[in-house]
Structures are given as structure tokens and as C-alpha cells.
């Protein structure tokens, strides 16, 4: 019996192979490694080395609009943050100087409420000490949340608004506008939260549907105007009022009538009612009745006349004109209370009305009210009282009820009311300034570009600026105020006086300092003669305090500069920090305090409802760096278009997990293949790398330039889009999918191998850099590994411009050599210009042309796959004819040409092209099908054997089926 053979046994040859290798994780591991970096940049001390870096270039300023100092950052909070980073991060890396002074904005009402309520009964001496304690801890705990964010900013010289010299230099502006005379004092009638107990701003109110009585009250006319008008009828005749406030009605203090108008008298429900023309209609279909109308008369004929008060004995008001009234709404008759609405306090000034105010600070009726039933109730309580009491006496003739906006605070959205105090105000139509403001809009460049329409609506409706505030913990208002006559004394002088003694202890100087030792002790009043003062105890808003920073923090600073380069917040600021460091930056300098505003949305949930702890939608950021990791939620704030809001769902969160995993694992591609590539002296020269190396840098050299400019024009979301379509198109499924067997199979140190990491290396360098303003902790992590005489951070090395790329394709295109201006690589206008040559470059159109055949050629493979014949391409033969005569013949054969010059052969670089075992040209399109433009293809199973080493399929009878290639390799 014969021996039967023994089977060869089989060879590994993997120790053979260039196998990749790399000690950057699949998976980040954010939880440890942010740590470990935030320490290390701290040890690297690189917080204020990103402050004076690029020193002596040009300087690029961005001046950091102060978050709140109470509580923990929220999400919308850190997505402001991220993007101002991005935004300096990139300026930096172009080349410029970029300081950036963090800033907290600590006084207000917010810190002081939460105090009181945990410190109930403090002396106002003590709750300042206590607030401010308080927000120094809260500036100390959001540094550090800023921090882990990856921001880089001079944590450790932040400006905040309740430093001594802040405090000071706020006062030195308030002493300016005194001087220029943008500030008083007067009596006027304010929007008030009796919550807050404060007057609010008209930027600081919020308006939100609520529901509300809609009643018709009867304001009897007195007998002698009755009798004048109707002498016929000895019943009352009634003026009817519509209104939605029925607190308001004890503070009556006339009933307005449009000049001009026709009015009717109706009989109607037993009454005889007087009601505009235009609206008897409606009134009588509403309340339900016949409609009989008993005269019909003009305006002018209630000149001179009164009504008594539906329920104020023996209080008679005047029916005054006025052009305000609507004859379309309510009843053409409106109830007028000077001491409770803005424009009625306006009406009362011109007519001469009392401005009767009886509500207090605590939103409750006052002593002086009348009827003294109301004494110490609650406006809110006054409402049904009132309701009540005009049913009790007949006066009211209809209710029903209306949801309608109505104004609410900001802080604690209650609703408001209006009552007369004595405010400070700014007058922004002194000198013009709000024509001038809204001049200046026009100057400030603004993303996007419509919302700068958004920031000249807010400064148009606003007549002035109440900058005072009745609470403890803010900068105080230097003034004396007369004891006997309330005259107000205030000087720029006396102002400068006060912030010279607050810049040695805070606004804590003006509680104890003396009227002696403010130098005032003998002050006369010149209205009355008195000698008795008091300091003035209202504080500042907050908006003076945050809008003066760029007189605080950037004038005569020659670390930074006026005017700022950017501002950047949320779109909320239009009437905030927006506005109030406009107007005060144009009263002050005359001049804008930026050059840029850069406004974004709100965060919502995916129906695009505003987050609300009350709603329970709430997203903080810990949570989504818990999902995403650091980089992951930095890579959320930028695929966010700025003029959208910024969505937290599910389904984006897994779009951005997706970019990320990408990119990251990209890099890693790269990173384990250059593992043995010494930049240094491995590096091959472009002019003699191979071709589709060289196509690759091309790519490159587009892609850098497409992202650069998107940073340029600050469109973080386009180089979210071109970072992941260049990772997951250009480059994985495509390059590196042709160069994997060069990489892993061919000589380690051979030209061909050389030229692959070369190309790798500037494209995992570039990528790298372009993605660190977003990606700050990998990009730190990826350069720490192929960056081998690594001296400074990331965030201190520049973009590449890749001049040595352009050089090369400028050789032979006449149209890229005729713009050899370089403007480029200083990113000047013409950018978009040399973009587009290169572009439409001959290179562009032979690569495409090429790719064109590598698609026709994988699916001419596809029916093999499908009938199992092979498993993929690599286990194919392709035979090709190209028409010379065709539309792609003669840039196919210059293309054959060059490759022969450079001593490439083109059957081996169709073969890496379309990752086939075979490949062949053919002499004629005989036997093969038409796949392209004068393109035709013949697809069939490569012939031989299995080459173990690389899996190409050849005839062979070397050992083991090795490939003559590999044989050479490994013999």
C-alpha cells in the first residue's frame, strides 16, 4: 500500500507584514483622559500662554460676555463657551494674538435673593459681604466647569463686575454720563415686580400669554353733562370702559376719547350706554339685546365734561382726548390710571393729571388708597375686590375673559405691574444717541447677517433706560437727595470722589463713608435752602454693570484693546449685554464697542421646546459629556447652524457620536501606520511621490483650504460637514482603501511604502490641526504620538498651508501659476478666488475622470459577487479598452503618459486603484461592454492562486503560492 503525502503545512507570514500599530485607543476613555490633560495644561501653565502667544502679530480681540455667578453652568451655558473657544482657538492657530479675559458678571438681583433666603435678616452691610462671598464661590466652581470644557482662556486674571477696580471704573463712567448730561432723576411710572420688589428695564420683560378678566365698566356722566348732552332722558347715562386690569381702576384718574370720532347712545339691557360707533355691533352681539340706538354724536361734543367713578364716592374725572384711543377695540373709551401704565403716565404729564400711585414695593395697596378697604391688600386680591364691588353697585355690565401677552419679569417670571416711583434714568434721546446707535449698527458686521435687524428693533422701541434698582448688592448710585424737597445732587466730581474710595474697599465704601469725609458736610440745597441730605440707597442694573466692561476692561488695556474684534452670545443679548454695551460704548467713545456680533440660538429638546427645570427637559452638560465625552459635546456646539437652535435629541446625538467615531478613527488609521516614519529623514519629496500620493496631497491641499475658510468666515458647522465627509469619503473609503496593501505589504522602507506615509503623515499633521479648535483633547492626544520632537501644545502651533503642496500643482496649470499672489496663506479676500483655480485645475478633471472609471470598474464586478464566483474585488481581473478617439481618451493616455515618466507602471496602478488581484488592457473593445464614456470594461475571476501573504490571486510556482512580489519580500 502506498504512503499517503503528508499536506503542507501551513506558513504564517503576518510577522512579514507592516501590520498597524499604535497606542491611541479605539475608544476614548474621556473620563480619565480629559482629567489627565486638564492637569497638564494647567502644569504647562498653557492658560496663559494661549494669552500672549503670537506676540507682536496681529492682535485678534474677543471680549467675553460674563456669565452669572450663581449656580452650575448649563448646557446653554457651555454651548456659548465652546463656540467662543472655537472661534479664538482658530484665530490663534492662523497666527494671531488672541488674549482672551474671561469675565463673571456677580452683582444682582438672583445672588441676592438666594442669600437673604438662606441668611434671612442681615444687615444691608452684611448681605453685601454675604453676596459677595457667595458669588466668588460660584465664579470659583464655573472656572472650573469652564475648564473641563477644553476652554482655554487667562483663567487666572478674569475680570469680574464686583472687583474694587471694576466697581470703581463703573462708577467713573456714570460720572461721564452725568456729565454729559444722559442722566436723571424723575417721578415717573416703571414696570415693577413685586416679587423682586425692583423696577425692571424694558429689556428685562418677558411677555407670555396669561388668562384675565375682560370687563365693561359704566362711568356714570355727572347730571350737569348729562343734562348738556341728553336734556331729554332722566336716566343715567353711562360712558362704558373696557379693560383687562380692574386692579388698576381705584387709580382712575380719567376716561380718554378719540378726537374726531363718532359715538352713538344705545339703549340697551335697560341702560343707556355710550360706546364708539364702530364698535356698538359687536358689543350688542357679545352681551345679547336689541339694538337700539338712541342718538349718534361726535367727539367734541364731550369737551369739557365729566364721569364720577364706578366706585370712588365723590371722585369726578375729566374725559380727555386723546390720539392713542382705538375706535376698532373695547369700546372707543379708555380707562386712563397715570400711576399704572407707561403711556397713561405720559397722558397724565400733558393733562395734568395726578400721578396716584398708592401701590407699594411688595405689589400691595398703600394707606393713601382709596376706598380704604384696600388697604394692605394685594393688587392681585384688589382684582376680585373690585370685580366684586362693581357688581355689587351695578357698574359692571359685561365680563368675560381674555388670554392676552402680558408682561412678565425676566428673573422669576411673575407678572408685573406698573406704579409712579423715583427713578434714574438714561436718556437716550439726549444727544441723539439713539440715532446714533442705530447709525453705528450699520458699521458692526453681524452672524447671521439678519440678526442684526433683531439688535436696531430693541434700540428703536426704547425711549430711555432705567438704570436704577431698589436692592443691597450692586454698585450704588453716588448721589444726595435732599431731605426736605428730595433735590438730587450729583456731580461727575462727587461721583469720582466716591469710586476713588471704592476702588480701595468695593461699593462697600458708600455704606459707612461719611457726608464729612465725602467732603459734603455743609452741602445747601439750592432748591430749598435745607442743609440736611441723605445718600441715595438704589444700586445700578445690571446691565450698566456688564455694559460698561468694554470701558472697564478693554479701554487703555494694552494686554487687549478698543474696540473688541467679536462679541459672541446667545440671541437673547440683543436686548441685554448687546445693547447696553452699545449705548454706553457710543456715549462713552462715540465709537462701537466690537466690530462683530455673532449671535446663536436657544438650547431646546428635539420638539424644540426652551429647556425648563419646571418642564423637566433640562439636558446638563455633564450629561452629555457623559454620552459623547468632552470632545464629543464640543463637536455637538459646532454642528449647530447659528441661526437655528441648538437641538439635544436623540438622533442628533447619534450624528455626532458617528462624526466622532469617524474622525477619530481616521486618525487612528493613520497614527498606526506611521509608527515607523521619521518625518525627519523618511520624508519623500512631492515631485517624487507617486501619483495617487500626490493626488491624495491634492485633496489635501483642498480640503485644508475649504475648512480654513470656514473658520475664516466663522462657519463651525461647514467644517463639521467637510471634517467628516473628508474622513469618512475622501480618505477612508477611498484612499486608504487603495493604499492598505501597499501599506501593510510592500517593502517597509522601500520608496513605494515611503511615499504612502509621507502622504499619511501631512494629512494625519493637517487634519489634526484643523480639527483641534473643536476636537482640543484629542487633536493634543493624536500630536503627543506622531509629533516626535513635540516642544508646545497643539493650541500653540499653527494651521498648515501646505505651500509646498501648491507649488507643485501650480507647476504645470498656468491659471494656478498666474495667481501666484500667495494671498492665500495669508488668508486675504482673494481666497475664494485662488480656491476656485485650483479647483477647476486639470488635475481636478483628470482625478474625476479617473474616478469615474474605478466606480464603472467595481461595478462591473458586482454580478461576479452576486453569483459567488468571487467575494470581492481584489479576487477579480479587469480588462479595459478606452476609445483614444473618445471623450476621455486623450486625458486617459496624458495620464498613461506621466505615470510612464515617472516610471509607474499602469497596469499595476489600476490594479491599486481598484483594489483588483489583475489587471490588463485590451487592443480593442471586442468581447467587452460599454461602461463609460469610451470606456469599456470585461470583469472576470483572476487566474492562479491565492497569494497567503497579500491575497492577490497570480500564477505562480514560487513556495508556499507566494506572488513574485512577495517572494522578493520575504525570500
Known amino acids: 500500500m502506498a504512503d499517503t503525502p503528508k499536506s503542507e503545512k501551513k506558513v504564517s507570514f503576518k510577522e512579514t507584514l507592516n501590520l498597524p500599530r499604535t497606542e491611541f485607543p479605539i475608544r476614548s476613555n474621556a473620563k480619565e483622559d480629559d482629567v489627565a490633560m486638564l492637569a497638564r495644561w494647567a502644569d504647562e501653565d498653557l492658560y496663559q500662554k494661549t494669552f500672549t502667544h503670537n506676540k507682536g502679530n496681529p492682535r485678534f480681540v474677543f471680549h467675553d460676555g460674563p456669565p452669572y455667578a450663581n449656580g452650575h453652568i448649563h448646557l446653554g451655558g457651555a454651548y456659548n463657551k465652546i463656540l467662543k473657544d472655537i472661534a479664538c482657538k482658530s484665530r490663534r492657530m492662523f497666527g494671531m494674538q488672541v488674549p482672551v479675559t474671561p469675565g463673571w458678571d456677580c452683582h444682582g438681583l438672583p445672588i441676592e435673593l438666594k442669600v437673604t433666603q438662606e441668611q434671612p435678616d442681615l444687615s444691608r452691610p452684611a448681605l453685601i459681604k454675604a453676596c459677595r462671598a457667595y458669588a466668588t464661590h460660584w465664579v470659583g466652581v464655573q472656572k472650573e466647569e469652564f475648564k473641563r470644557l477644553g476652554v482655554l482662556m487667562n483663567w487666572d486674571y478674569p475680570y469680574l463686575t464686583m472687583n474694587f477696580a471694576y466697581e470703581a471704573k463703573e462708577l467713573q463712567a456714570l460720572g461721564s454720563f452725568v456729565e454729559k448730561g444722559y442722566i436723571e432723576r424723575s417721578n415717573k411710572t416703571v414696570p415693577w415686580c413685586a416679587s423682586c420688589e425692583t423696577v425692571l428695564a424694558n429689556a428685562e420683560i418677558e411677555y407670555a400669554d396669561r388668562k384675565d378678566p375682560s370687563i365693561y365698566v359704566l362711568f356714570p356722566l355727572t347730571s350737569d353733562g348729562a343734562k348738556k348732552l341728553f336734556p331729554a332722558i332722566n336716566e343715567p347715562i353711562y360712558v362704558t370702559v373696557w379693560t383687562t386690569t380692574p386692579w388698576t381702576l381705584p387709580l382712575n384718574r380719567a376716561v380718554l376719547i378719540k378726537p374726531n370720532a363718532t359715538y352713538v347712545l344705545l339703549h340697551l339691557n335697560d341702560k343707556y350706554i355710550l360706546i364708539g360707533k364702530e364698535l356698538a355691533d359687536s358689543l350688542i352681539e357679545m352681551v345679547g339685546g336689541e339694538k337700539n340706538v338712541v342718538a349718534e354724536l361726535t367727539s367734541d361734543q364731550f369737551t369739557g365734561l365729566y364721569v364720577e367713578h364706578p366706585f370712588v364716592d365723590e371722585l369726578v374725572v375729566p374725559i380727555i382726548f386723546d390720539q392713542m384711543v382705538l375706535t376698532g377695540e373695547g369700546t372707543a373709551f379708555v380707562h386712563s390710571a397715570p400711576g399704572a401704565g407707561p403711556q397713561d403716565y405720559e397722558t397724565g404729564i400733558k393733562n395734568n393729571l395726578e400721578i396716584y400711585s398708592p401701590v407699594g414695593p411688595d405689589g400691595k395697596y398703600t394707606d393713601e388708597i382709596e376706598p380704604k378697604e384696600l388697604i394692605g391688600m394685594p393688587v392681585s386680591d384688589g382684582q376680585i375686590w373690585v370685580l366684586r364691588t362693581l357688581a355689587a353697585r351695578d357698574r359692571l355690565f359685561y365680563k368675560t375673559s381674555i388670554r392676552h401677552p402680558y408682561p412678565h419679569c425676566w428673573r422669576c417670571r411673575k407678572g408685573l405691574v406698573f406704579r409712579a416711583t423715583k427713578q434714574w434714568f438714561f436718556n437716550l434721546a439726549h444727544d441723539g444717541l439713539k440715532e446714533r446707535v ?51 445732587h450729583i456731580t461727575k466730581q462727587f461721583i469720582d470722589t466716591v469710586s476713588q474710595g471704592v476702588a480701595k474697599e468695593g461699593i462697600e465704601f458708600w455704606q459707612h463713608v461719611s457726608m464729612a469725609d465725602l467732603g459734603v458736610a455743609d452741602l445747601k440745597c439750592p432748591s430749598c435752602g435745607a442743609q440736611s441730605f441723605k445718600k441715595e440707597h438704589d444700586i445700578l442694573d445690571v446691565w450698566f454693570d456688564s455694559g460698561i466692561s468694554h470701558f472697564a476692561v478693554l479701554l487703555n488695556n494694552p494686554e487687549l484693546g478698543y474696540p473688541a474684534d467679536l462679541y459672541l452670545e446667545g440671541k437673547d443679548q440683543h436686548r441685554g449685554w448687546f445693547q447696553s454695551s452699545l449705548l454706553t460704548s457710543m456715549a462713552l467713545e462715540g465709537t462701537p464697542s466690537t466690530k462683530m456680533i455673532i449671535t446663536h440660538g436657544f438650547t431646546v429638546d428635539a420638539k424644540g421646546h426652551k429647556m425648563s427645570k419646571s418642564v423637566g427637559n433640562v439636558v446638563a452638560p455633564q450629561e452629555m459629556i457623559d454620552k459623547l465625552g468632552t470632545d464629543g459635546l464640543r463637536l455637538w456646539a459646532s454642528s449647530i447652524d447659528f441661526s437655528s437652535e441648538a437641538v439635544v435629541s436623540d438622533i442628533l446625538i447619534r450624528n455626532v457620536q458617528e462624526v466622532f467615531r469617524k474622525v477619530r478613527n481616521t486618525c487612528r488609521f493613520l497614527l498606526s501606520n506611521l509608527y515607523d516614519f521619521d518625518s525627519t529623514t523618511d520624508t519623500i519629496p512631492l515631485s517624487k511621490m507617486r501619483m495617487i500620493d500626490q493626488y491624495a496631497l491634492q485633496e489635501l491641499f483642498e480640503f485644508n483650504y475649504a475648512v480654513l475658510d470656514a473658520y475664516d468666515q466663522y462657519d463651525f458647522t461647514a467644517v463639521f ?251
Not at 440678526?451 to 448688592?473: D, K, V
Request: proline content about 3%.
Open 438 to 488: 442705530l447709525q453705528a449698527t450699520e458699521m458692526i458686521d453681524a452672524l447671521p447677517e439678519k440678526s442684526i435687524n433683531r439688535l436696531r428693533s430693541t434700540i428703536e422701541g426704547r425711549l430711555e433706560w432705567c438704570i436704577s434698582r431698589q436692592r443691597a448688592w450692586g454698585v450704588p448710585i453716588p448721589a444726595l437727595l435732599c431731605t426736605t424737597c428730595d433735590y438730587t
Open 721 to 971: 460637514h467637510k471634517l467628516s465627509d473628508y474622513c469618512s469619503v475622501n480618505i477612508s473609503m477611498f484612499y486608504l482603501e487603495i493604499v492598505k496593501d501597499c501599506l501593510y505589504v510592500e517593502k517597509a522602507d522601500g520608496h513605494a511604502r515611503r511615499s504612502v506615509q509621507t502622504a499619511c503623515f501631512l494629512i494625519l499633521d493637517t487634519l489634526t490641526r484643523l480639527m483641534a479648535p473643536i476636537f482640543s483633547f484629542t487633536a493634543e492626544q493624536i500630536s503627543d504620538l506622531y509629533q516626535k520632537d513635540k516642544k508646545e501644545s497643539i493650541h500653540l502651533q499653527k494651521f498648515n498651508r501646505l505651500k509646498n503642496i501648491w507649488d507643485e500643482l501650480s507647476k504645470e496649470n498656468v491659471a494656478l501659476k498666474s495667481a501666484e499672489s500667495y494671498a492665500i496663506f495669508g488668508m486675504s479676500n482673494t481666497l475664494h478666488e485662488i480656491k476656485e483655480l485650483a479647483i477647476i485645475g486639470e488635475q481636478k478633471k483628470r482625478w474625476d475622470t479617473l474616478k469615474a472609471i474605478r466606480s464603472a470598474m467595481l461595478k462591473e464586478t458586482e454580478p461576479l459577487r452576486e453569483q459567488n464566483i468571487i467575494k470581492r474585488s481584489l479576487d477579480a481581473k479587469i480588462t479595459m479598452f478606452v476609445d483614444p478617439d473618445g471623450p476621455e481618451g486623450k486625458r486617459l493616455q496624458q495620464f498613461l503618459n506621466d505615470l510612464e515618466a515617472k516610471g509607474e507602471s499602469a497596469e499595476q496602478f489600476f490594479k491599486d486603484f481598484a483594489i483588483l488581484s489583475q489587471f490588463a488592457f485590451a487592443p480593442s473593445s471586442e468581447g467587452l461592454n460599454k461602461a463609460y464614456s469610451g470606456v469599456y470594461l470585461k470583469a472576470e475571476k483572476a487566474a492562479g492562486e491565492k497569494c497567503p501573504r497579500c491575497w492577490q490571486w497570480t500564477q505562480t510556482e514560487r513556495e508556499h503560492n507566494l506572488c513574485n512580489r512577495c517572494y522578493e519580500l520575504v525570500k
